[in-house]
Structures are given as C-alpha cells and as structure tokens.
Nanobody, 113 residues
Framework: QVQLVESGGGLVQPGGSLRLSCVASGIIFGNYAMNWYRQAPGKQRELVARITSAGTTNYADSVKGRFTISRDNAKNTVYLQMNSLKPEDTAVYYC???????WGQGTQVTVSS
C-alpha cells in the first residue's frame, strides 16, 4: 500500500557530494511532512532532516550547513542533498513519513578515501 523507495547512495570521498531521493506512493504526498533518518553500524537511528508540507525545514546539528532537504510534490519525491561529506556521515539513510511507521528500505552511503 504505502511504499517508499530510496535511491542515490554510493561510495564517495570525504568532501564529496551525493543526492538521495525517496519516491512515495500510496499516500497523498503533499499532505505530509517527510523525514530523512540514518543509522550507522553500532549506533542508534537518528533524525537527519525534516521538511513539512509547507516546506519548513529542520536539521540535525551535525549536518546543518552541509545537507539540504527538499521536496517535489508533483513527483511525490523528497530529496537530501549532501555536501562536504565526512566519514562520520557513513550510514544507511532512510526516508519516513512523519508520525507514521512508513519507512523505505534504505540506501547505503559510504564516505571513505
């Protein structure tokens, strides 16, 4: 029914950039705030960024100034632009419909020399 599919992850050098995408189906996408979370090995899943239905954004302190969340309601897609990547950004990144149990399968981001 509700499906979220992340893409865009990969291997990148420190200082590099990636853009993640999450395509949603089964919901009226424009009615919901959307989240990006990440989980690194041995660590808790953490909220990285949130964007409301009106376009208001919030970021974790660790990524503020480097990451940008955006959305395209016509494409049912939320994006995470990741710049100036650091090794500590290495994680599986997940999108989530705010205040729901709806999650994607995740996309791996690895930042390494």
């Amino acid at each position: 029914q509700v499906q979220l599919v992340e893409s865009g992850g990969g291997l990148v050098q420190p200082g590099g950039s990636l853009r993640l995408s999450c395509v949603a189906s089964g919901i009226i996408f424009g009615n919901y705030a959307m989240n990006w979370y990440r989980q690194a090995p041995g660590k808790q899943r953490e909220l990285v960024a949130r964007i409301t239905s009106a376009g208001t954004t919030n970021y974790a302190d660790s990524v503020k100034g480097r990451f940008t969340i955006s959305r395209d309601n016509a494409k049912n897609t939320v994006y995470l632009q990741m710049n100036s990547l650091k090794p500590e950004d290495t994680a599986v990144y997940y999108c989530n419909v705010y205040l729901t149990h709806h999650w994607g399968q995740g996309t791996q981001v690895t930042v390494s020399s």
